[in-house]
């Protein structure tokens, strides 16, 4: 079992490395990210944690890389007042949370508070499920490659 292994965590570490060329090669533009589930108090990604790698591994910064937490609980002022470029819209997440991009797209747009978020006025949504994203796992990679082929979608 340790040599196969062995030889997936290889596999995934040439996968990485590949997927931090293509940031390179993209030049994507330095974005702030807001992770959203849909949920009724907004409830970002912190700079602690997997989705946090994911953001930056995509060549991009956390909106809330400055909390020390993996999650925590953020206002709505707050988020209006950090403006973020991209919200990763972070489906699959569980009961209680909006778990499709048009649902999120709809509720985010309809608050009123939200107008002047770059985010929404540009429509700069990048799907990545909870289940890849959200959480430790081999499927981290997929996620960062999501993260990255979105991004790489908005510049064009």
Known sequence: VQERAETEIAKLKE????????VQDAGIPPLT??????EDQPYPAGGVGTPNAIIT?????NAFGDVQRDY???????IVKRNP???????SAGPGFINELNGIKEKLGSDPRLTNISAIKNGAYVVV????????????V???????DGLIALKQ
Do not use: C, F, H
Request: aromatic residues 10%.
């Open 15 to 22: 996968r990485v490395a590949g997927l931090e060329q293509k």
């Open 33 to 38: 990210v807001w992770s959203y589930s849909g």
């Open 57 to 61: 591994m995509a060549g991009a910064a």
């Open 72 to 78: 925590d609980a953020i206002s709505w002022e707050e």
């Open 85 to 91: 470029d991209v919200i990763w819209v972070m489906t």
């Open 129 to 140: 499920s909870y289940n890849e994203g959200g959480i430790e796992t081999p499927r981290n």
């Open 142 to 148: 997929d996620a960062i490659e999501q993260m990255i």
